[in-house]
Protein backbone atom coordinates (compact mmCIF):
# COMPACT_ATOMS: atom_id res chain seq x y z
CA UNK A 1 0.00 0.00 0.00
CA UNK A 2 3.04 2.59 1.23
CA UNK A 3 4.43 1.68 -2.61
CA UNK A 4 1.62 2.58 -3.97
CA UNK A 5 1.42 5.97 -1.91
CA UNK A 6 4.69 6.48 -3.22
CA UNK A 7 4.13 6.06 -6.67
CA UNK A 8 1.07 8.12 -6.85
CA UNK A 9 3.11 11.12 -5.19
CA UNK A 10 5.84 9.94 -7.69
CA UNK A 11 3.36 10.62 -10.29
CA UNK A 12 1.54 13.58 -9.43
CA UNK A 13 5.25 15.26 -8.69
CA UNK A 14 6.35 14.75 -12.01
CA UNK A 15 3.03 15.82 -13.72
CA UNK A 16 3.53 19.05 -11.64
CA UNK A 17 6.95 19.68 -12.53
CA UNK A 18 5.73 19.39 -16.47
CA UNK A 19 3.14 21.58 -15.93
CA UNK A 20 5.37 24.35 -14.72
CA UNK A 21 8.12 23.44 -18.17
CA UNK A 22 5.04 23.82 -19.84
CA UNK A 23 3.83 27.16 -18.40
CA UNK A 24 7.67 28.44 -18.76
CA UNK A 25 7.50 27.65 -22.36
CA UNK A 26 4.12 29.56 -23.26
CA UNK A 27 5.34 32.61 -21.40
CA UNK A 28 8.84 32.42 -22.77
CA UNK A 29 7.13 32.42 -26.04
CA UNK A 30 4.90 35.08 -25.81
CA UNK A 31 5.37 38.12 -26.86
CA UNK A 32 7.43 40.92 -24.55
CA UNK A 33 4.74 43.10 -22.95
CA UNK A 34 1.80 40.83 -23.79
CA UNK A 35 2.22 39.12 -19.41
CA UNK A 36 1.05 42.57 -18.26
CA UNK A 37 -0.93 45.35 -19.48
CA UNK A 38 0.74 48.43 -20.35
CA UNK A 39 1.28 50.55 -18.50
CA UNK A 40 1.49 48.57 -15.10
CA UNK A 41 4.19 50.72 -13.42
CA UNK A 42 5.51 54.51 -12.92
CA UNK A 43 6.71 56.49 -16.38
CA UNK A 44 9.16 58.83 -16.51
CA UNK A 45 9.25 62.04 -17.87
CA UNK A 46 13.02 62.99 -18.70
CA UNK A 47 12.65 67.35 -18.48
CA UNK A 48 16.47 68.11 -20.42
CA UNK A 49 16.64 71.55 -18.29
CA UNK A 50 17.52 72.85 -14.85
CA UNK A 51 14.35 72.90 -12.34
CA UNK A 52 11.93 76.28 -11.99
CA UNK A 53 12.42 77.15 -15.48
CA UNK A 54 9.26 77.57 -17.28
CA UNK A 55 9.98 74.37 -19.87
CA UNK A 56 10.06 72.92 -16.16
CA UNK A 57 7.29 73.84 -15.24
CA UNK A 58 5.85 73.02 -18.60
CA UNK A 59 7.26 69.41 -18.42
CA UNK A 60 5.61 69.12 -14.81
CA UNK A 61 2.17 69.96 -16.01
CA UNK A 62 2.39 68.11 -18.83
CA UNK A 63 3.35 64.57 -16.46
CA UNK A 64 0.25 65.76 -14.30
CA UNK A 65 -1.80 65.40 -17.09
CA UNK A 66 -0.65 62.54 -18.50
CA UNK A 67 -0.53 60.31 -15.21
CA UNK A 68 -4.15 61.31 -14.83
CA UNK A 69 -5.15 59.90 -18.24
CA UNK A 70 -2.76 56.48 -18.12
CA UNK A 71 -3.74 55.96 -14.60
CA UNK A 72 -0.09 55.58 -13.22
CA UNK A 73 2.66 58.39 -11.74
CA UNK A 74 4.60 60.26 -14.21
CA UNK A 75 7.70 61.28 -12.42
CA UNK A 76 10.19 63.98 -13.54
CA UNK A 77 13.29 63.51 -13.69
CA UNK A 78 15.63 66.84 -14.44
CA UNK A 79 18.69 65.76 -16.83
CA UNK A 80 20.23 69.04 -17.69
CA UNK A 81 23.19 69.76 -18.99
CA UNK A 82 24.49 71.09 -22.99
CA UNK A 83 21.10 72.84 -23.97
CA UNK A 84 19.21 69.76 -23.04
CA UNK A 85 21.65 67.61 -25.01
CA UNK A 86 22.38 65.28 -22.29
CA UNK A 87 18.69 64.62 -21.32
CA UNK A 88 17.89 63.81 -24.52
CA UNK A 89 20.58 61.60 -25.50
CA UNK A 90 19.42 59.64 -22.04
CA UNK A 91 15.82 58.84 -23.97
CA UNK A 92 17.65 58.03 -27.44
CA UNK A 93 19.75 55.27 -25.12
CA UNK A 94 16.82 54.48 -22.91
CA UNK A 95 14.66 51.19 -23.22
CA UNK A 96 11.70 51.37 -26.40
CA UNK A 97 9.25 49.73 -23.76
CA UNK A 98 7.17 53.20 -23.24
CA UNK A 99 8.24 53.92 -19.82
CA UNK A 100 11.11 56.84 -20.52
CA UNK A 101 9.59 59.33 -22.21
CA UNK A 102 11.17 63.12 -22.28
CA UNK A 103 10.19 66.99 -23.07
CA UNK A 104 11.93 68.07 -26.35
CA UNK A 105 11.90 71.25 -27.90
CA UNK A 106 13.21 72.95 -30.90
CA UNK A 107 16.42 72.76 -29.94
CA UNK A 108 17.33 69.32 -30.62
CA UNK A 109 17.10 70.11 -33.94
CA UNK A 110 19.58 73.38 -33.24
CA UNK A 111 21.38 71.08 -31.32
CA UNK A 112 21.99 68.03 -33.93
CA UNK A 113 23.88 70.83 -36.43
CA UNK A 114 25.19 72.86 -33.63
CA UNK A 115 26.93 69.52 -31.74
CA UNK A 116 28.10 66.86 -35.00
CA UNK A 117 29.18 64.50 -32.18
CA UNK A 118 25.73 64.57 -30.65
CA UNK A 119 24.52 61.42 -29.94
CA UNK A 120 21.18 60.87 -31.76
CA UNK A 121 19.48 61.75 -35.19
CA UNK A 122 16.51 64.35 -34.10
CA UNK A 123 14.25 62.90 -36.91
CA UNK A 124 15.27 58.89 -36.29
CA UNK A 125 16.03 58.55 -32.69
CA UNK A 126 12.69 59.90 -31.37
CA UNK A 127 9.02 59.19 -31.64
CA UNK A 128 6.74 62.67 -31.11
CA UNK A 129 3.97 61.49 -28.79
CA UNK A 130 2.12 65.04 -28.53
CA UNK A 131 2.91 68.40 -29.62
CA UNK A 132 2.44 70.29 -26.56
CA UNK A 133 2.39 73.97 -27.81
CA UNK A 134 4.38 76.62 -29.43
CA UNK A 135 5.89 80.14 -28.27
CA UNK A 136 7.07 83.04 -30.14
CA UNK A 137 10.43 84.78 -29.51
CA UNK A 138 9.58 88.50 -28.84
CA UNK A 139 12.24 91.82 -30.19
CA UNK A 140 12.88 93.62 -26.88
CA UNK A 141 14.15 96.81 -26.00
CA UNK A 142 14.13 98.97 -22.82
CA UNK A 143 12.57 101.82 -23.44
CA UNK A 144 13.92 104.61 -20.63
CA UNK A 145 17.28 103.17 -22.19
CA UNK A 146 16.23 102.93 -25.87
CA UNK A 147 12.81 104.47 -27.06
CA UNK A 148 11.84 103.65 -30.17
CA UNK A 149 8.33 103.13 -31.56
CA UNK A 150 8.78 99.76 -33.77
CA UNK A 151 11.35 97.89 -35.45
CA UNK A 152 12.19 100.49 -38.52
CA UNK A 153 13.28 103.07 -35.94
CA UNK A 154 15.27 100.40 -33.99
CA UNK A 155 16.72 99.40 -37.33
CA UNK A 156 17.54 103.31 -38.52
CA UNK A 157 19.38 103.70 -34.79
CA UNK A 158 21.58 100.90 -35.15
CA UNK A 159 22.92 101.58 -39.07
CA UNK A 160 23.49 105.15 -37.20
CA UNK A 161 25.90 103.91 -35.37
CA UNK A 162 27.45 100.41 -36.31
CA UNK A 163 28.84 98.63 -33.27
CA UNK A 164 27.36 100.21 -30.93
CA UNK A 165 24.69 98.53 -30.58
CA UNK A 166 24.59 95.46 -28.23
CA UNK A 167 22.15 92.42 -28.06
CA UNK A 168 22.06 89.87 -25.31
CA UNK A 169 21.33 86.40 -26.06
CA UNK A 170 20.75 83.30 -23.44
CA UNK A 171 23.55 81.75 -24.67
CA UNK A 172 25.86 81.00 -27.72
CA UNK A 173 23.75 78.53 -29.79
CA UNK A 174 20.71 78.85 -28.03
CA UNK A 175 17.43 79.86 -29.96
CA UNK A 176 17.68 83.50 -28.98
CA UNK A 177 20.86 83.87 -30.65
CA UNK A 178 20.75 82.02 -33.37
CA UNK A 179 17.12 84.36 -34.38
CA UNK A 180 19.11 87.47 -33.57
CA UNK A 181 22.11 86.55 -35.54
CA UNK A 182 19.35 85.73 -38.80
CA UNK A 183 17.49 89.59 -37.88
CA UNK A 184 21.09 91.03 -38.19
CA UNK A 185 22.13 89.00 -41.34
CA UNK A 186 18.58 89.94 -42.90
CA UNK A 187 18.76 93.74 -42.10
CA UNK A 188 22.29 93.98 -42.73
CA UNK A 189 23.22 95.28 -38.88
CA UNK A 190 26.83 95.69 -37.00
CA UNK A 191 26.06 94.52 -34.18
CA UNK A 192 27.76 92.92 -31.07
CA UNK A 193 26.65 89.66 -29.48
CA UNK A 194 26.71 89.16 -25.40
CA UNK A 195 26.15 85.95 -24.30
CA UNK A 196 24.14 85.17 -20.91
CA UNK A 197 23.64 82.28 -19.28
CA UNK A 198 19.68 81.89 -19.64
CA UNK A 199 16.44 83.97 -20.71
CA UNK A 200 16.49 85.73 -17.29
CA UNK A 201 20.24 87.43 -16.78
CA UNK A 202 19.47 88.28 -20.37
CA UNK A 203 16.69 90.51 -20.13
CA UNK A 204 18.16 91.77 -16.37
CA UNK A 205 20.77 93.05 -18.88
CA UNK A 206 18.37 94.63 -21.17
CA UNK A 207 17.03 96.31 -17.91
CA UNK A 208 20.11 97.77 -16.77
CA UNK A 209 21.34 99.19 -19.98
CA UNK A 210 24.04 96.94 -20.14
CA UNK A 211 22.45 95.83 -23.86
CA UNK A 212 20.41 97.53 -26.10
CA UNK A 213 17.81 94.82 -27.76
CA UNK A 214 17.38 90.77 -27.16
CA UNK A 215 14.67 88.38 -28.77
CA UNK A 216 13.41 86.37 -25.97
CA UNK A 217 10.13 84.33 -25.48
CA UNK A 218 7.48 86.27 -23.63
CA UNK A 219 7.59 84.17 -20.93
CA UNK A 220 9.18 85.80 -17.85
CA UNK A 221 8.79 88.76 -19.70
CA UNK A 222 5.26 89.50 -20.04
CA UNK A 223 4.70 91.36 -16.19
CA UNK A 224 7.78 93.54 -17.22
CA UNK A 225 5.99 94.29 -20.72
CA UNK A 226 2.52 95.30 -19.15
CA UNK A 227 4.15 97.95 -17.21
CA UNK A 228 5.96 99.58 -19.76
CA UNK A 229 9.47 98.71 -18.85
CA UNK A 230 10.08 96.21 -21.71
CA UNK A 231 8.87 96.87 -25.10
CA UNK A 232 7.82 94.02 -27.53
CA UNK A 233 8.44 95.39 -31.53
CA UNK A 234 7.83 92.28 -32.77
CA UNK A 235 7.22 88.67 -32.80
CA UNK A 236 8.63 85.02 -34.73
CA UNK A 237 5.86 82.49 -35.39
CA UNK A 238 3.02 82.64 -37.70
CA UNK A 239 0.55 84.11 -35.87
CA UNK A 240 0.85 87.10 -33.17
CA UNK A 241 0.95 86.09 -29.54
CA UNK A 242 -1.83 85.86 -27.87
CA UNK A 243 -0.90 87.28 -24.40
CA UNK A 244 -0.22 90.31 -27.08
CA UNK A 245 -1.78 90.15 -30.08
CA UNK A 246 -1.46 94.12 -30.74
CA UNK A 247 2.54 93.36 -31.32
CA UNK A 248 3.06 92.30 -35.18
CA UNK A 249 4.85 89.74 -36.42
CA UNK A 250 8.15 89.90 -38.87
CA UNK A 251 6.55 88.37 -41.16
CA UNK A 252 3.48 91.33 -41.06
CA UNK A 253 6.69 93.85 -41.36
CA UNK A 254 8.49 92.29 -44.23
CA UNK A 255 10.47 90.69 -42.30
CA UNK A 256 11.26 87.16 -43.94
CA UNK A 257 12.82 84.19 -42.56
CA UNK A 258 11.47 84.65 -38.84
CA UNK A 259 8.53 83.09 -39.22
CA UNK A 260 8.86 79.56 -37.76
CA UNK A 261 7.33 78.87 -34.08
CA UNK A 262 9.34 77.69 -31.28
CA UNK A 263 7.87 74.13 -30.22
CA UNK A 264 7.68 71.82 -27.45
CA UNK A 265 6.86 68.06 -27.66
CA UNK A 266 6.75 64.91 -25.56
CA UNK A 267 8.82 62.29 -27.51
CA UNK A 268 9.39 58.35 -26.93
CA UNK A 269 12.68 56.39 -27.87
CA UNK A 270 11.76 55.71 -31.72
CA UNK A 271 12.10 51.96 -31.40
CA UNK A 272 8.33 51.79 -28.65
CA UNK A 273 5.92 48.93 -30.21
CA UNK A 274 2.84 50.17 -32.27
CA UNK A 275 0.25 49.49 -29.36
CA UNK A 276 1.96 51.45 -26.85
CA UNK A 277 2.75 54.39 -28.71
CA UNK A 278 -0.72 54.20 -29.74
CA UNK A 279 -1.95 54.09 -26.30
CA UNK A 280 0.79 57.08 -25.50
CA UNK A 281 -0.75 59.06 -28.39
CA UNK A 282 -4.30 58.50 -27.56
CA UNK A 283 -4.03 59.29 -24.32
CA UNK A 284 -1.68 62.37 -25.14
CA UNK A 285 -4.82 63.52 -27.33
CA UNK A 286 -7.11 63.81 -24.43
CA UNK A 287 -4.47 65.33 -22.21
CA UNK A 288 -3.96 68.71 -25.13
CA UNK A 289 -8.14 68.67 -25.32
CA UNK A 290 -7.88 69.63 -21.89
CA UNK A 291 -9.34 73.04 -21.03
CA UNK A 292 -8.01 73.13 -17.91
CA UNK A 293 -4.19 71.62 -19.39
CA UNK A 294 -4.54 74.51 -22.16
CA UNK A 295 -5.32 77.67 -20.05
CA UNK A 296 -2.43 76.61 -17.54
CA UNK A 297 -0.16 76.62 -20.74
CA UNK A 298 -1.67 79.39 -22.15
CA UNK A 299 -1.15 81.38 -18.55
CA UNK A 300 2.87 80.68 -19.15
CA UNK A 301 2.51 82.05 -22.73
CA UNK A 302 2.78 78.46 -24.38
CA UNK A 303 0.14 78.13 -27.23
CA UNK A 304 -1.39 74.86 -27.87
CA UNK A 305 -2.62 73.55 -30.95
CA UNK A 306 -4.40 70.51 -32.71
CA UNK A 307 -1.11 68.93 -34.36
CA UNK A 308 -0.99 65.36 -34.72
CA UNK A 309 2.04 63.09 -34.70
CA UNK A 310 2.09 63.49 -38.13
CA UNK A 311 1.65 66.48 -38.85
CA UNK A 312 4.41 67.08 -36.28
CA UNK A 313 7.38 65.00 -37.74
CA UNK A 314 6.40 66.72 -41.27
CA UNK A 315 6.86 70.14 -39.23
CA UNK A 316 10.26 68.51 -37.86
CA UNK A 317 11.80 67.67 -41.29
CA UNK A 318 10.60 71.29 -42.30
CA UNK A 319 12.37 72.58 -39.07
CA UNK A 320 15.09 71.17 -39.59
CA UNK A 321 16.17 72.56 -43.11
CA UNK A 322 15.17 75.89 -41.77
CA UNK A 323 17.63 76.16 -38.59
CA UNK A 324 20.03 74.83 -41.04
CA UNK A 325 19.69 77.37 -43.64
CA UNK A 326 20.07 79.44 -41.01
CA UNK A 327 22.84 77.92 -39.24
CA UNK A 328 25.12 77.93 -42.23
CA UNK A 329 23.76 81.70 -43.07
CA UNK A 330 24.48 82.81 -39.57
CA UNK A 331 28.31 80.93 -39.32
CA UNK A 332 27.30 80.23 -35.67
CA UNK A 333 29.51 77.75 -34.17
CA UNK A 334 30.03 76.14 -30.47
CA UNK A 335 33.96 76.76 -30.58
Do not use: C
Not at 29 to 45: I, K, T, V
Not at 312 to 333: N, P, Q, S, V
Amino acid sequence: MKNIVRNGMGRARALAARALVLAAALFGAMPAGAAEEYPSRNLELIVPYAPGGLLDVAGRLAATYLAKELGQPVVVRNVPGAGSTIGMVRLAKSKPDGYTLALGSFGILLNSRLRPDVEYDPLRSFAPIGYLGDQGFVLMVAPQHVDVANVRELVERIKAKPGAFIYASGGVGAPSHVLAEQFRLQQGLNMVHAPYQGQNPAIMALLAGDVQLTLQTVAGAEDLIHSGRIRALASTGSERPAAFPSVPTFKELGIEGMANDGWLAVFTPSGVSAPVKEKLRAAWARVARNDEFRQALAKRAIQTRDVSPTQFEAMMAEDLKYWTEILDKTRITLN
